[in-house]
């Protein structure tokens, strides 16, 4: 299953928005730095669809805004 996510990151609070079924806008506190921003987004994509954080892998999009997310049920 693919996701499509557009991030906004060193946000002031952590938000959510589900546009629909396979996409999501979602900012995090995390910067970009370390990729700290990335791991935050794999988590809470993980949380959403009550996977391992294993199971998300980041296809494209690795330093971009725009990403497409990989989750295997």
């Not at 996510?5 to 959510?16: C, M, R, S």
């Not at 700290?36 to 892998?57: D, G, M, P």
């Amino acid at each position: 299953m693919y996701i499509k996510v557009k991030v906004n990151v060193g946000a002031n609070k952590e938000k959510i928005e589900n546009k629909s079924l396979d996409r999501y806008i979602i900012s995090v506190k995390e910067p970009r730095e370390r990729n700290l921003a990335n791991t935050r987004i794999r988590e809470i994509i993980a949380q959403i669809y009550k996977v391992n954080l294993n199971s998300v892998r980041i296809i494209s999009g690795h330093q971009g805004q725009s990403k497409i997310l990989s989750i295997n049920i």
